[in-house]
């Protein structure tokens, strides 16, 4: 697990959100609603979709805490947002950037260990900014050959 340490520079997102926790996970039906709607979103800078997770600001890793995540797309100016969506900006920051492959059904396990084994061996912390992963070309849902980015903000 060797990711890169990058300057992310500000950057604006329009998409869906819903509020959810790690117990009552709901990511899926967040997809199923964004992804055939996706189409109506202007000024998109790619095709990468971005799945980012918002936490309230005293988060503490409690499964039972909620969060708020989002399906969306990045872009490059706010002209027109969808009926249903909202606008997202993600500050400048400093980012964790690690490459995920095989399927979900390890993900958890792999997010597990940034935090409890490479945060602290990198002696570096885990900043309260949105976190995501960019699901490129190389993602392929639920296959052991896909491939994601995942995004830690840190300090």
């Known amino acids: ?12 997102f329009v998409g869906i959100s819903r509020c959810f ?6 990511v899926s039906e967040l997809w199923q609603s964004f992804m055939p709607r996706r189409h109506e979103i202007q000024n998109v800078k790619s095709k990468q979709l971005f799945n980012i997770q918002v936490n309230p600001s ?12 989002w399906a969306a797309l990045e ?3 706010f002209t027109t947002i969808p009926e249903g969506m909202q606008k997202l900006i993600i500050p400048t920051g400093r980012y964790a950037v690690f490459t995920y492959r095989g399927d979900v059904s390890n993900a ?5 260990s940034i ?4 945060l602290p061996e990198a002696q570096l912390q885990w900043e309260n900014r949105p976190q995501f992963e960019i699901l490129s070309e190389k ?3 639920n296959s052991p ?7 830690i903000p840190v300090l």
Do not use: C, G, N
């Open 21 to 26: 926790s790690l117990v009552d996970y709901q």
């Open 58 to 69: 005293d988060y503490s890793f409690d499964p039972k805490t909620e969060f708020e995540k």
């Open 145 to 151: 050959d896909s491939e994601e980015l995942i995004y």
């Open 108 to 112: 958890s396990d792999f997010f597990r």
């Open 115 to 118: 935090f409890t084994q490479w």
């Open 75 to 77: 872009v490059d100016a």
């Open 139 to 141: 993602y392929k849902k």
């Open 1 to 12: 697990m060797q990711p890169k340490i990058i300057h992310f520079s500000e950057s604006t």
